[in-house]
């Protein structure tokens, strides 16, 4: 085989491979923007729903044509960590490969215009009230394991703004949430979580 065969060969080779590569990073990026994404749980602020390993699929086919749901369990980017929007880091995000950025999952509880009051009842239990009425929740954790409220902490009375949402962790009582951080801009969201599937004895619908 002449020399310049074998050029030829690795040069086809060499292109090969990176055209490959391309079609494999542009699919990972439609993949995670329009359909979705794995992620898995590092904390125990979303416990009895979800604890600490647990894998789940999110996607991100409804941001489309809907907004977040009161009870839906959401992904998103906490508002008090910039996001970096050079290519680089907006690679990052898009691919999920090397991505640097921190990601938060709680549960949607406060809508644009609703009215947000949290208390504890007479007998000791914290209760969430939306627009007057005691709101019913029954995926939390513990009704008396709740962070007492402060002056310093988002319990209310307040309406939460347009374009933004109110966001709680199902383990009240350990939870870094809206209650300290205040109100979550609608574009701050990743996606919705809507299956666990990882370990097989808790696979779940969310």
């Known amino acids: 085989m002449q020399i310049e065969e074998i050029k030829t060969k690795i040069k086809a ?28 749980i590092p904390s125990g602020s ?38 970096a929007q050079n290519p680089l880091a907006i690679f990052e995000r898009l691919t ?7 990601a938060y999952i709680k549960r949607v509880i406060g809508l644009p215009g609703d009215k947000i009051l949290i208390k504890p009842d007479f007998d000791g239990k914290y ?3 939306v627009n007057g009425k ?26 939460v703004p347009t374009n933004n949402y109110f966001m709680l962790g199902d ?6 949430d809206s209650r300290f951080w205040g109100f979550l801009p609608k574009e701050r969201f990743v996606g919705r979580a809507v299956f666990l599937f990882w370990p097989f004895t808790r696979v779940n619908k969310l």
């Open 171 to 176: 383990n009240r009582g350990n939870s870094q």
């Open 46 to 83: 979303m416990k009895p729903t979800l604890i600490e390993g647990d894998r789940i699929f999110v996607e991100r086919v409804s941001r489309f044509f809907e907004t977040p749901k009161r009870g839906d369990v959401m992904v998103f980017y906490p508002p008090f960590e910039p996001l």
């Open 127 to 129: 209760a969430v009230y």
């Open 13 to 40: 080779g060499i292109k090969e491979a990176i055209e490959t590569a391309v079609f494999v990073i542009v699919m990972v990026i439609l993949i995670r923007f329009f359909v979705g994404e794995i992620r898995w």
């Open 96 to 102: 999920g490969f090397f991505c640097k950025d921190i």
């Open 134 to 159: 005691r709101l019913e929740e029954k995926y939390i954790l513990d009704d008396y394991d709740y962070i007492p409220c402060s002056e310093k902490m988002y319990c209310g009375p307040f309406t």
